[in-house]
């Protein structure tokens, strides 16, 4: 049987604690924040150390971005618009901040139900049981009947969608990042996978309509990641369609001979999955860029970051 023995630790080499090259420094620590001090020491007073720091740089990046005249483009998952965020992404939008926004399909339901009614996000549990999960008549119809109606004028959905709610009375459209785009001349690309969203249920839903629609959009958000050199691309809570949309349209541009090599890339989601972290983060920016992650909820996160940009912006 072979004899194993314990190993003496003395004789064991050692250098002095100051010597050492460490991770981190006392001079990057949080600093305690007075009552009233405002969001500029706020933001001064987070460690810059990990997320905290990430959050600055990627706030910087943005702010650099918008200063030099680079694009920057946010991809979005219903998520955000369900915690009530658009008020946020459209201020960006406004500030020309952001220049672009791309949206999966179940987007444009709530930022249809939020606009038309005030109100969005059924409850599921109660609802599928009984058959009515999906059911609300007007968001069936009137979706489908925008995304048919701007195909045939040549649009893709997130205009033909953004132009009906916009031209509308609806009492909330205002908070309508679909309109807010139409409005302001900022594409709003949606991009969709068939059987995914309520209104694919619906009699109303025209499949050729809707994947032509989405086509076009993929074109005109290819166009949009094909300027992205300088600037920074942000996937904000979309896990699996949005990530692969993006790395679909970067490899399209790329052998279409644009350069899209020096930008930021930015996940930001409640947990940090795979393929965003693998589309976004990792794999695009290995040819001289920089990708970010920011973990947590969306309703503290985002505004977060909107408020450190605009800060960063003066």
């Known amino acids: 049987m072979k004899i194993f023995k314990p190993i003496s630790n003395k004789g064991l080499k050692t250098y002095s604690l100051k010597s050492r090259k460490s991770k981190v420094n006392v001079h990057d620590f949080a600093k305690p924040l007075k009552p009233d001090n405002g969001f500029r020491n706020f933001l001064n007073s987070l460690p810059n150390i990990l ?10 990046s ?3 971005a918008h200063k030099n005249h680079k694009a920057v483009a946010v991809g979005i998952g219903a998520h955000v618009i369900k915690v009530g ?8 939008m406004e500030h020309g901040i952001i220049n672009a926004v791309a949206m999966n399909g179940a987007c444009i339901v709530h930022d249809f139900e939020s606009a038309y009614a005030g109100m969005t996000s059924e409850d599921v549990d109660a609802e599928l049981g009984k058959g009515e999960f999906g059911m609300a008549e007007e968001t069936g119809r009137l979706l489908n009947g925008a995304i048919k109606s701007g195909v045939k004028k040549g649009w893709g959905i997130g205009k033909s969608v953004g132009e009906m709610i916009n031209n509308s009375k609806y009492p909330y459209k205002g908070l309508s990042t679909l309109a807010a785009g139409t409005r302001l001349g900022i594409p709003v690309t949606v991009h969709v996978a068939i059987g995914t969203d309520i209104i694919h249920i619906h009699p109303q839903m025209d499949g050729k309509a809707t994947g032509e629609g989405s ?21 904000i809570g979309s896990a699996v369609l949005l990530p692969e949309v993006f790395l679909k349209a970067l490899t399209l541009v790329r052998n279409l001979g644009y350069k899209v090599e020096k930008f930021t890339t930015v996940n930001m989601d409640f947990i940090q999955h795979y393929r965003p972290l693998t589309n976004v983060v990792r794999r695009p920016t290995k040819e001289g860029g920089k990708g970010y992650t920011l973990t947590g909820h969306h309703e503290i ?6 408020a450190a940009i605009k800060e960063r912006l003066g």
């Open 51 to 60: 997320a905290a720091d990430n959050l600055k740089q990627i706030a910087s």
């Open 62 to 64: 943005v702010a650099a």
């Open 85 to 92: 965020l658009s008020p946020i992404i459209i201020d960006l």
């Open 215 to 235: 086509s076009r959009d993929f074109k005109l958000f290819a166009g949009i990641v094909a300027n992205l050199e300088g600037g920074v691309y942000l996937n």
């Open 301 to 306: 996160m985002v505004p977060l970051l909107a």
